[in-house]
């Protein structure tokens, strides 16, 4: 994450406001207040994201201001996988249904987010910072849309070209409904993993 705020420094990121796990923890108040004021939400983390902040607590939040959600949860390796299973174990069937990645998509539209991406299986560390290369550099460099940049994973697209400049004196980005057309681009091996990421909602939103 730190290395995709640097990459599009341009694009508005030293502006976004958030938590990086190396350096703080973020409660899940802090989570909760980021969630109802941002225009846009990225979380990057291992495990369920439901598993970090309660669903109950997600389905009374007002998130009408929230455009778009990008989860790249779901990575996982022996330590987290243990720690999951440890804290799981204190859970009702019912609270670990509402966290699977269906379940979250609907919470998270049913508080008013436009556009929702998330995993839909577990994925490795490694794999999950690719996604968010790839889906970062499409919506903020490329300016795809919300579903153009998603089915360019399907694809195997990898873009090359930048779209006109933006004007990058506007403090608070928004997400906008358009219809952008593909720049150049060129192909790249596909993998099981390419087809993980889906979309829930407006597939017409685009960053500006």
């Not at 502006?15 to 004021?37: A, D, I, R």
Request: charged share 20%.
């Amino acid at each position: 994450m730190k290395k995709t705020m640097e990459t599009h420094s341009q694009h508005f990121t030293p502006l976004w406001e958030g938590f990086m796990g190396s350096q703080q923890t973020p409660s899940l108040s802090e989570v909760e207040q980021l969630l109802c004021k941002c225009s846009g939400f990225i979380f990057l983390g291992m495990e369920r994201f439901l598993a970090n902040v309660l669903p109950a607590k997600l389905a009374v939040l007002d998130l009408s201001e929230c455009h778009m959600a990008l989860l790249f949860d779901l990575a996982q390796n022996r330590v987290s996988r243990i720690r999951q299973s440890n804290l799981d174990m204190q859970k009702s069937a019912g609270q670990l249904a509402l966290e699977k990645p269906l379940e979250t998509a609907v919470l998270l539209s049913l508080g008013g987010v436009g556009s929702i991406v998330l995993n839909q299986w577990h994925s490795s560390p490694q794999r999950n910072a690719h996604s968010v290369d790839a889906i970062m550099n499409n919506l903020l460099r490329v300016g795809l849309t919300s579903g153009q940049t998603i089915h360019a994973l399907r694809k195997g697209d990898v873009q090359g070209s930048e779209r006109n400049q933006r004007d990058t004196g506007s403090y608070d980005h928004k997400f906008h409904s358009d219809s952008k057309g593909d720049d150049v681009h060129h192909k790249v091996a596909l993998t099981p993993s390419a087809f993980n990421c889906v979309l829930y909602g407006l597939p017409n939103l685009i960053i500006t």
